[in-house]
């Protein structure tokens, strides 16, 4: 039963890091929380549930990933760069005006139902190791999310834009001054996390057969929060390692404890985490200024 619960967290958890590393890759280079983030990759989920029965799935998961990038950059544009420098609770009361904006259109455009969620490129099967049963879908989750984490790693460190990506999370004042275009790289990492966000949706919903309206915020926007900050907020290993962490208690607890209070007992854990260390597991490096 151990070896079931434990491939079960790491499926789930595989789709809480790749929620949790556009959010937390937002706060690493600006040091804002974009409270948006959920919502908005909700929005790019829809989009592909809405086109899946009418073109190839693969093309309305690339649609809805598209949908995401672009609709972050313009919120980013439009609704946090003018407010980049006013502190931080301007930026963070216009991101839960964003959050409410995305999440009413999906309500007046979907409905408020929960609708069932099948993509057909995913095989059915399982394959048995001992008493546990590993399901192909959490075989193809895995991988999924490990490739693309694998990927935003070797970018940020090889890559000019992953460069100039640590480097406005370092000092935005100085990289302009190096010539960086941080408008340019900023609306990149909003995009691209949104994009992410919607990959790890539309697994999420995959793994859990449905697609509701409130996907973005209770299975997004809180779960990316909590892992950021478990894990260690602004650092994208952090952020990985937060999400398997809240993943593994989340299983662990339902399965050992309740499964009716578990967010209650899930929160108590984090609470006291928290207290005793609340720069994270891995908090990211910051530079010390003399």
């Known amino acids: 039963m151990f070896l ?9 958890g595989a789709v809480y890091a790749l929620l949790s590393i556009g959010y937390n890759m937002v706060y690493g280079v600006l040091e804002k929380l974009n409270f948006a983030h959920g919502d908005v990759y909700a929005v790019g989920c829809f989009v592909t549930f809405m086109l899946m029965d009418q073109i190839n799935p693969l093309i309305a998961i690339l649609l809805g990933c598209l949908v995401g990038f672009v609709l972050n950059v313009a919120v980013e544009r439009f609704a946090y760069r003018p407010l980049r420098k006013a502190g931080r609770v301007a930026p963070t009361i216009s991101a839960v005006g964003i959050a409410y904006i995305m999440r009413n259109a999906i309500q007046l455009i979907w409905g408020s139902e929960t609708y069932p ?6 095989k059915t099967g399982s394959v048995k190791i001992g008493n546990a049963v590993i399901g192909t879908l959490q075989i193809y989750i895995f991988v999924i999310a490990l490739v693309l984490m694998v990927l935003i790693s070797l970018a940020l460190k090889h890559t000019k834009w992953g460069q100039g990506i640590i480097c406005i999370s370092q000092s935005t004042e100085t990289a302009s001054l190096m010539g960086i275009p941080v408008n340019k790289v900023v609306a990149l990492v909003y995009g ?12 999420f919903c995959q793994y859990y057969q449905f697609i509701f309206m409130g996907i973005g915020f209770s299975y997004g926007t809180m779960k990316a929060w909590m892992a950021s900050i478990w894990g260690g907020i602004g650092s994208l290993k952090g952020a990985i390692v937060g999400a398997f962490a809240l993943a593994a208690a989340e299983t662990f607890v339902s399965a050992y404890v309740s ?8 929160w108590g854990i984090f609470i006291v985490f928290i207290l005793l260390r609340p720069q994270g597991m891995f908090p990211a490096a910051s530079a010390e200024k003399i």
């Open 4 to 12: 079931q619960i434990l491939i079960n967290a790491l499926s789930v």
């Open 117 to 122: 969620f099948n993509m057909s490129i995913f």
């Open 192 to 203: 691209l996390g949104a994009a992410l966000g919607v990959i790890g949706g539309l697994l």
């Open 259 to 266: 499964s009716t209070y578990k967010d209650v007992f899930v």
